[in-house]
């Protein structure tokens, strides 16, 4: 069981926490539980980090991030205790999770599970701080944002359960975001592919790497709400949303849920000569900058022998590219370097679409009437994405929120 941020976000909270946690202990389950820290202390930790120290040790960092799960854990146990179930907490590096040395985005290598097993199985609920491990350095570190989900699908494939059922503040995984599009429909199953593409290309509701994990162990994750009544819950039949193997899946939409990003930033470097290795030189010294390129546009040059090439990167990564760019001028050799931030990517997933033509076009057609300009495209086998000006994301998500027949 993980709780995020919004179900711990107070003693009240944590106490319901415990509640959900003790029904699944009378119900005969063994129980792992893994937390957030409280909601909106991430930040605050992260925004302490910064004021401190703009440019900091990242092992510093992760001491500093890591604490608000600890915080959680030990209050959940006690929470636990206090209302008879046998509980204790784990911190990352107690277990030990361990992971490589990329500290603020670290990737789980290990988790030894013989001493939670052992503590499980003697009838002791274990809460495990989320987000946090121990790197081969011996520091605490941490594993990006949304981190716990992570820990939870990788405490879930190394103990063996049966189940990772992941409590939020919505009671499943939506066709898009049901900030965004009241309208919104929960979906009973979506496959892991599907999640993968969704949470990739924005859908915050899981963290990518999580999804990631639990298709390659083929983790059953549940996603559902901590906000309903826990003694209220029919364990046998709880509403939510099954992440699971596509044969799972009776019914394949074609177009499964609409995500989005805001944080797009555009590029345009003008008339660069059309020669073999252009791509090198430009997006070689990008991908050893970290900057991460997302969709490219090349268009076909006139006379053969200048292009135009325009692609994304995040937002906040564009000063860092410009400059990037700038520095190989002489060696790209383009006469004119235009950015533009403010665009969203709007990405529309379905495994549907392996089999049906004409999907994306449907897409074109919609934005087109509402007068959205598109101003770049890519495809791949279960999606295609469209970027748009972020003032029109909105309008975008429902538009073809509706063309797709997605509406409750
Ligand atoms: P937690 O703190 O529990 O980890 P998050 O805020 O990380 O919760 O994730 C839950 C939020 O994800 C929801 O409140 C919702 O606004 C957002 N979200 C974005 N896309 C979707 C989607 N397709 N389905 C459900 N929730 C979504
Ligand atoms: N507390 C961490 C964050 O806010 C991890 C998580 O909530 O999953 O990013
Ligand atoms: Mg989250």
Redesign the pocket.
Known sequence: MKF????VADIERIRVVARHVKREVDAGNEVAVVV?AM?GKTNELVSWTKEIAPMHDAREYDAVVASGEQVTSGLLAMGLQHIGVDARSWQGWQIPLKTDSSHGAARIEDVDSDLLIERISGGQVAVIAGFQGIGPDNRIATLGR?G??TSAVAIAAAIGADRCDIY???D????????IEPR?RRMEKISFEEMLE?ASLG???LQVRSVEMAMIHGVRTFVRSSFDEPESINTQQAVGTLICDEDEILEKEVVT?I?YTKDEAQISLRRVPDRPGISASIFGPLADSHINVDMIVQSVSEDGSKTDMTFTVPNGDVEKAVKVLEDERDDISFEALQSDTGLAKISVIGIGMRSHAGVASTAFAALADKNINIRAITTSEIKFSLLIDADYTELAVRTLHAVYGLNQ
Do not use: E, H, N, Q
């Open positions: 995020g941020g919004t179900s957030s909601s949304g716990s989900d939020t503040d919505v499943g995984v939506y066709t898009t975001d049901p900030r919104a969704m859908a915050k509701v849920g995500a």
